[in-house]
């Protein structure tokens, strides 16, 4: 059962194009998740570490989940793979939850469109990624059958 690591290569490399098409000047999504401003100044700052930093983030995410596919029993990865699967599941349950409670409702700088893809899009897409990450290295643990 060692497909999660694929499906988890696969999440981290299709997130990685979105980001690469966003540094290259598409749109399309870019507010929904950045925020209006952002999205319209791209200001150097964010586009080099906001979108070609985490896309390469992302390709070595990739990595790591393609070496969980692969890999029999290797602490290191799969303490990595956990690692990166445990933030990325905080991530997308811990903004849901600030914005389903309306703790986060005081920033200003969130539209109402953003904050509603961030609640239908954006924190279920990290919450897929990060349980496609715990799989991957929870499976990759177990030995190969015989």
């Known amino acids: 059962m060692r ?6 290569a696969g999440w981290a490399v299709a997130f990685a194009v979105l980001h690469v098409f966003w540094a290259l000047g598409g749109s ?10 952002l999205a319209a100044e791209r200001p150097g700052w964010f586009v080099a570490g906001g979108l070609w930093g985490v896309a390469v983030l992302l390709l070595v995410a990739a990595g790591l989940a393609v070496a969980l596919a692969r890999a029999r029993r290797r602490r290191l990865l799969v303490l990595a793979g956990a ?8 991530r997308g349950v811990g903004i849901e939850v600030l914005l389903l409670s309306g703790a986060y409702d005081g920033n200003a700088a969130m539209s109402d ?4 893809w961030s609640l239908v899009l ?9 349980l496609a990450f715990l799989l991957a290295a929870r499976r990759s643990t177990v030995p190969p059958p015989a």
């Open 28 to 37: 399309v999504g870019l507010a929904s998740s950045a925020g209006d401003r």
């Open 83 to 90: 690692a990166v699967g445990l933030l990325l599941l905080l």
């Open 122 to 130: 954006w924190n279920p897409w990290f919450v897929l990624g990060g």
């Open 3 to 8: 497909r999660w690591g694929w499906v988890a």
């Open 113 to 116: 469109a953003q904050r509603h």
